[in-house]
């Protein structure tokens, strides 16, 4: 079965400079969460979508943004990065609010040097 | 915000042992999943629960909702089982999906 795919599965980045991280959800979901995992860290919840508009937004900086195409993919896009970006960078779909549950991407893991 | 405990942090156990992974939540939920993240890795869903108990191979979950706790259970650990076992809840109806719990860092040794 299709899972939800992440690109790229690494990714190393020099201190401010910009990085474009895309989440494909699994067919039929709506709903994409994106969520930082700093090292030794549980997971932050960053930002979600429903339906190609904003749904909640958490602990995402203002240098990062963004969005659900038509689609349903997503991107996050990652501006003057830090060394303290540097996390896995994951996202889940789901079908509507998650009542179905959701399923997770393996991940990008981001890398500030 | 529902605040997520688990127990223990860190577990070490020898191969063949019964594990368990405790995890409690302060608030009301539609549903409690278990994850598995290898060092490196990616999350892998393991279950999703809203009552009772499942099964899968090895693995076995739990969840009291009236207690709101839940357990993972190994049986017949083996090395390969070493990971850090996340519990996170859906707090039911959250644009935020799921709040986390800091997870179980989980070492069978052969």
């Not at chain 2, 549903?31 to 191979?57: D, E, T, Y």
């Not at chain 2, 996170?88 to 959250?94: I, K, L, N, T, Y």
């Amino acid at each position: 079965a299709a899972g939800v795919i992440q690109s790229p599965r690494h990714l190393i980045k020099e201190k401010r400079e910009t990085a474009t991280l895309k989440c494909y959800p699994i067919p039929r979901h709506d709903t994409v969460y994106w969520y930082q995992q700093g090292p030794g860290q549980d997971p932050q919840f960053l930002i979600s979508f429903y339906e190609k508009m904003q749904s909640d937004k958490g602990s995402i900086p203002d240098r990062f943004s963004a969005q659900q195409f038509s689609d349903y993919h997503s991107e996050l896009n990652m501006s003057s990065l830090e060394l303290g970006d540097s996390a896995l960078y994951f996202c889940a779909s789901s079908l509507g609010s998650g009542g179905y549950g959701y399923t997770f991407g393996s991940g990008t893991r981001l890398t500030v040097v | 915000k529902n605040e997520v405990e688990q127990s223990p942090q860190n577990l070490t156990a020898q191969e063949g042992e019964f594990i368990t992974i405790n995890c409690s939540y302060s608030v009301g939920i539609s549903a409690l999943h278990w994850l598995q993240q290898h060092p490196g890795g990616g999350i892998v869903s393991l279950f999703m629960l809203s009552s009772g108990k499942k099964k899968h191979g090895r693995l076995i979950a739990t969840i009291n909702i009236q207690e709101k706790h839940s357990s993972l259970h190994i049986t017949a650990s083996h090395p390969r089982d070493s990971a850090v076992y996340i519990c996170a809840v859906d707090s039911g109806g959250g644009a935020d999906g799921l709040t986390f719990g800091k997870g179980t860092h989980l070492i069978i040794q052969p």
